[in-house]
């Protein structure tokens, strides 16, 4: 069990560009989440998936945002047309099963700096 | 809706303190309560937690106790040491409702600990 990775560690990338982060969860936990942090702010949910299904989605994620987790296994998170308010830290997190009985296990987390 | 209010920051203490971190809460239903610590470069680790009321979650010298009438989950530990520097993220989540628990987690603002020699 290697723990929850997430690929890139860091991304720094141009207004307007398109960028796409990969996580890949611990392998037998069914439930996938991705968050949003900033600095001095708490993670913000963003989405999350049980299996290949995407459950629920937060008014945060605009339209620029989407989310997959095609084979209900790793999950990518795509930003188009990237914006400076979007700089952030990008969480990945998974769980076996619901959060309220075993938490989450985080990743280390993409920092995407837009400029 | 459902929200976490945490102590502001930052918190600076000397070792061998005694550390308190205040968190109430807001949520529909029966949550469950959590403590997150970042330490330095690192990601987000899961502390202790508390499944329903009066239960006490306790890891690494930590506790905190899941207080219902008074919705809050403070985190106390008796002698900080300088190796507990860190953000603490205080959450609830697993809301259960009618049977149905919900998938997310909702956190605090994180709480700043610095401790000095």
């Known amino acids: 069990d290697t723990g929850v990775s997430q690929d890139p560690r860091h991304k720094i990338t141009k207004r307007g560009q398109n960028v796409t982060f990969r996580c890949d969860p611990i392998s037998e936990h069914n439930r996938l989440y991705w968050y949003r942090q900033t600095l001095g702010q708490g993670p913000e949910f963003l989405t999350y998936f049980q299996n290949e299904a995407q459950l629920e989605k937060s008014r945060l994620l605009s339209d620029r945002f989407s989310a997959e987790r095609p084979k209900g296994s790793f999950s990518t998170l795509e930003i188009q047309r990237t914006e400076q308010g979007d700089s952030a830290m990008y969480l990945c997190a998974s769980s076996p099963g619901g959060p309220g009985k075993y938490g989450y296990t985080f990743g280390s987390g993409t920092r995407l700096t837009v400029v | 809706g459902n929200s976490v209010t945490q102590m502001e920051g930052p918190v600076t203490l000397s070792e061998e303190a005694f550390l308190t971190i205040n968190c109430t809460y807001t949520?529909?239903?029966?949550?469950?309560l959590f403590w997150y610590v970042q330490y330095p470069g690192e990601g987000l680790q899961l502390l202790l937690k508390a499944t329903k009321a009066d239960d006490k979650g306790s890891n690494k010298g930590f506790e905190a106790t899941y207080r219902k009438e008074t919705t809050s989950f403070h985190l106390e530990k008796g002698s900080v040491q300088v190796s507990d520097s860190a953000v603490y993220f205080c959450a609830l989540g697993g809301l259960q409702s009618g049977g149905t628990s919900y998938g997310k987690l909702t956190f605090g603002q994180g709480t700043i600990l610095t401790v000095h020699p």
């Open positions: 949520a529909t239903g029966y949550p469950s």
